[in-house]
C-alpha cells in the first residue's frame, strides 16, 4: 500500500506534461496488455471449441457440454496468470495441429466402425483403386496390391479349406518378406487370428510363444526349420505344421521338413483359387481380434498382446494424421514385421493408406540410406539404436543424395539428434512412445529435440495421460492422504500412465492373453475411487510446456536392443543353468550406448559355474538382446530385511574391475565370455568395443 501511495504521489506531484507521458505510456501498456489477451482468446476460442466437439461426438452430449462448461471455468473464473497464457501462446500452433490430426484418427476409426469394416476390408478398397501400384519392396521382390491381395486369398482358402474357422490360432514364423504380411492377411480374412512369432526365439521361448498363443497350428519359414524341428516333440498333439519354403536354394524334400510332420504350404497354395475368398468363411468384425504381437520375450515366457482390427486402425491412422503422411509417400522399414513398429506403423501405411512401404530382411547400418536412395523412399523408420549405428558409418554420398523427408520411430537419443539430421539432411523427425499392449501413446509431432511426445497444457484432459509420482526403484504410485495418485510438477520424473475407457479405441486397454499378466499393468483408484490406468513402468518427465522426456525404467525391466528386458525372467532362467544357486540381473550403462546392457551377479563363492558352458547355453536358447553382456560371480550375498537379494548397490558398482574384488567377465560377439580386465574396461569406457 506504501508503494502504491508513493506511485500515486509522485504522479499528481510531477508537472502536467510528464503525467501525460505517464498516462499515455500506461495506456498503451493497457492496449498492448488488451490486444495480447484477445489474440489469446482467439486462438483459445477456437481450440477450446474443437476440444469440446471432440468429446461432444466422442463421449456424448452430456459428458461434451460438462467439458465446455470446464473450460469456461478454467479459462475465465479461475483467471489464470499470464504465464499460463504465454504458454498457452506457444504451445498453441502445436496442440491445434495435434488436435485436428486426432479429429481426423477418431473420425476415420468411427467411420469404419459404423460400417462394421475390418483390415481385409480396407485394403481390398486399396486394390480395386490402385491394383498395379506397388504395395511391398523387398531386396528382390516386389509385389503389387493385386499380387499381395492374391497371396492373401489363397492362403485364407488352403486353411479354410482345411477346417480352420473363425477364432482359431495359427501361429506365424517368418521372416521379413511380402508372404509374411499375406499369410496373417490371408487368415484374417477368414477370422483366424495370427501371433507373429519373434524369428529370435529358440527353444524353451519358441515352445511357450506358440503354447501362450493357444496355437492350433504353426506356420514357418524353412529357414526355421531347425528351431522347429528342437521342439516339435514337445508341442500339443494338436499343432498342425506348415512349412514355407521362404529359400528357394533349399530343397522342399525330407531334409526340408520337420521330422516328416509339416505340410508344404508352397504347394498347397497352388491348388487353390487367387481370385476371392470362399464364400463359406466366415465374416470378421471391426472388433474382432487380429494379431498377437509378443511383449518382453526375454526367457522362454513372452506375453501375447492382443491386437484387433480396431487397435491396429487406430495405431496405424495415429501416426499416419499426427505426422502427416501421404499416399504418395515409399517408407522404409528395416525393423521386423512382428513387431508393432514396422508390422502396424509402417506396413499400415500400405494396407490402409495405399502407400509403398521397402523392407528388409536383416538392419544394415551402411545400406539404410543407400536403400533410401535406390528405392526412392520419403520417410525411414528406426528405432534408437539403428540411428546410432547408421551415424557411425563411414561418411558417403547417399548420406544426402536421398529423398527422404521424415524419419520417425523411438529412442533417438537427444545426444545425437543433431547430427543425425544435420548429416543426413533430415527436414523432420517424427519421435514417438507406447506400449503395444498400452495405451499411453504420444507422439512429438515438431521435431522438438529430445522430446518422445507432449501433454496439451491448454486443456490435458483431452487426451488423458498422466505422469503420477511414483517410486523410481518399484515403479508403485505415491499416493496422498485419500490414497488417490499424485500428479508429478512439471521437471519432476514421474511414472506415464494412460486412463482406460472401455469401448473407446483410443483408451481401451486389451492387454495379454493371460489375463493374470494384463492385471499387472493396470493400477486402480488413479484419481478418483474406481478409476483405472494402464502404467507404463517407465519413468518420464515434463517440461513447462508439457515435452515429454524418457528417463528411464521402473522396476524389473530395462531396454536393450530396441527390446525390452525383464531382469525376473532371465533371472529365472539363468538360476536354473547354474543349479539354482542365487541370481541377480540388472541393467548396466555403457558410455555412448541406447539403453543399459544386462548384468548379471551370481552367487558362486567356490566357482563351481563353467562360463564357457553357461555362454554356449545361453547363445543357443536365450534371445540375443535378453543375454547377460556382463558377468560377476559374488563371494558373497546381501539380503534384505524381507530376505530380497539387494540389486541397488550392485547395480551403482556396475562393471569396474578397480572397485570390484569378484571375477567379471562380458560377452564377445560370438557369445562366448571372456574375463573383463581393467584394460578391457578402458576400452568400454572408450567405446572401443561395441556391444
Known sequence: MLAVNRAREKYLTAPKEVQISMGNEKANVN?????????????????????????????????????????????????????????????????????????????????????????????????????????????????????????????????????????????????????????????????????????????????????????TALIYGISYRLAVMDIAKDLPAHVALYQFNDEPNVSEGAEGLTQGLAQQLNALLETVPKDKVAAGASRTDHQDKLVYIYTSGTTGLPKAAVITHSRYFFIAAGIHYTLGFRDTDVFYTPLPLYHTAGGIMSMGQALLFGSTVVIRKKFSASGYFADCARFKCTVGQYIGEMARYVLATPEAPHDRQHQVRMVFGNGLRPQIWKQFVDRFNIAKVGEFYGATEGNANIMNNDSTMGAIGFISRILPQIYPISIIRADPHTGEPIRNEKGLCQLCAPH??????????????????????????????????????????????????????????????????????????????????????????????????????????????????????????????????????????????????????????????????????AIIEDELYYAQPDGSYAPLTQSIFEQIQRNELRF
Open 31 to 215: 492496449e498492448k496488455s488488451s490486444r495480447r489477451a484477445w489474440l489469446l482468446l482467439g486462438l483459445l476460442v477456437p481450440l477450446l471449441s474443437a476440444i469440446t466437439a471432440v468429446v461432444w461426438y466422442y463421449e456424448g452430449t452430456w459428458y461434451g457440454l460438462a467439458a465446455l462448461y470446464s473450460s469456461l471455468v478454467v479459462v475465465l473464473l479461475v483467471k489464470p496468470g499470464w504465464r499460463w497464457f504465454y504458454i498457452a501462446a506457444v504451445t498453441g500452433p502445436r496442440d491445434t495441429i495435434a488436435l485436428i490430426a486426432y479429429i481426423r484418427v477418431l473420425l476415420f476409426i468411427k467411420r469404419l466402425e459404423r460400417k462394421n469394416l475390418n483390415v481385409g476390408d480396407v485394403f481390398e478398397a486399396n486394390v480395386a483403386k490402385q491394383p498395379d501400384k506397388l504395395a511391398i519392396v523387398s531386396e528382390s521382390q516386389k509385389w503389387t496390391f493385386r499380387q499381395l491381395n492374391e497371396q492373401a486369398n489363397r492362403v485364407a482358402n488352403v486353411f479354410h479349406s482345411h477346417g480352420y474357422k473363425k477364432g482359431d490360432v495359427v501361429g506365424l514364423l517368418l521372416e521379413n518378406r511380402p508372404e509374411f504380411v499375406a499369410t496373417w492377411l490371408g487368415l484374417s480374412k477368414i477370422g483366424v487370428i495370427t501371433p507373429l512369432i519373434n524369428t529370435n526365439l529358440r527353444g524353451a521361448s519358441l515352445q511357450h510363444s506358440i503354447k501362450v498363443g493357444n496355437c
Open 492 to 657: 519432476e520424473p514421474g511414472v506415464f500412465i494412460g486412463k482406460i475407457v472401455k469401448g473407446n479405441p483410443t483408451r481401451e486397454f486389451l492387454g495379454y492373453v493371460d489375463t493374470k499378466a494384463s492385471s499387472k499393468k493396470v493400477v486402480y483408484d488413479v484419481f478418483c475411487k474406481g478409476d483405472k490406468a494402464f502404467i507404463s513402468g517407465d519413468l518420464l518427465v515434463a517440461d513447462e510446456r508439457g515435452y515429454l522426456y524418457f528417463k528411464d525404467r521402473t522396476g524389473d525391466t530395462f531396454r536393450w536392443k530396441g527390446e525390452n528386458v525383464s531382469t525376473s525372467e532371465v533371472e529365472a532362467q539363468l538360476s536354473n543353468l547354474v543349479n539354482y544357486k542365487d541370481t541377480i540381473v540388472y541393467g548396466v550403462c555403457i558410455p555412448q550406448t541406447e539403453g543399459r546392457a544386462g548384468m548379471a551377479a551370481i552367487y558362486d563363492p567356490i566357482r563351481e559355474v563353467d562360463v564357457s558352458r553357461l555362454g554356449t547355453i545361453l547363445a543357443s536358447d536365450m534371445p540375443s538382446y535378453a543375454r547377460p553382456q556382463f558377468l560377476r560371480f559374488l563371494r558373497r550375498v546381501d539380503l534384505t530385511g524381507t530376505f530380497k537379494l539387494r540389486k541397488v548397490e550392485l547395480q551403482q558398482q556396475g562393471y569396474n574391475p
